[in-house]
DNA sequence: ACATTAAGTGATT
DNA sequence: AATCACTTAATGT
């Protein structure tokens, strides 16, 4: 377990605070399309991506959904982070993309460690920061692409995180996640096609432009 | 061979 | 861009 901490966070974090997360660190590994934070879930402690990608979502009263951004090896919750300051319940969804495997870290020892390393500042910081750029990325992406341009970037983002040009999804799945209809998602991916710029199969797109 | 599910299409709002 | 109604194609039993 050490190991894997050195090689995803030493170039990270000192020493100390690597051991610390050893220690106090609980490993959990979750499965492709789990569930790892539900909406309104109460968050007792915050995780440490160390491989996999994550999909958050923000969902309505309806139950309907939407796509905000996409975490990756490094990457923590800023959402968490939030809650974990506050004593608030989840305001949104995080879904494995592909199997992921992370660390949770006791909430107590986050405000601690802030103080104590300057790193974990410095990386608690950053992230936060990275986070709130993406979610205005998000918002520009909504409120002023089309939606055409919207699903190309989707499935550019989805190919970035799985490290894949082939993804294995369907029409419907597309439409759920960027809250549309499934005759809107083939119609578009059609055009997309004929532009050249994916492959359409049953059950799979292959994104030629990355 | 038949049922089910994914995807394509024209027409309408 | 959404919805309806219908067709076609692929896949499972």
Known sequence: MASTLNDNFGYLFEKELITEIDTLGIPKDFKENTTIIEVDD??????????????????????????????????TCAMTLSCCMGQTKSKIRAVAETDVELIMLPKEKMAEWLGKYKTWQAYILQSYHARVDELLDAVDTIAFLKMDERLFKYLKDKAMVTHNDILHVTHKQISEDLHTSRVVVSRLLKKLENEGKINLHRNSIKVLEL
């Open 42 to 75: 109460y968050i007792k402690s915050m995780p440490l991506l160390i491989s996999g990608a994550i999909k958050i979502l923000r969902e309505d009263e309806n139950g309907d959904e939407l796509v905000l951004y996409y975490l990756e090896k490094g990457d």
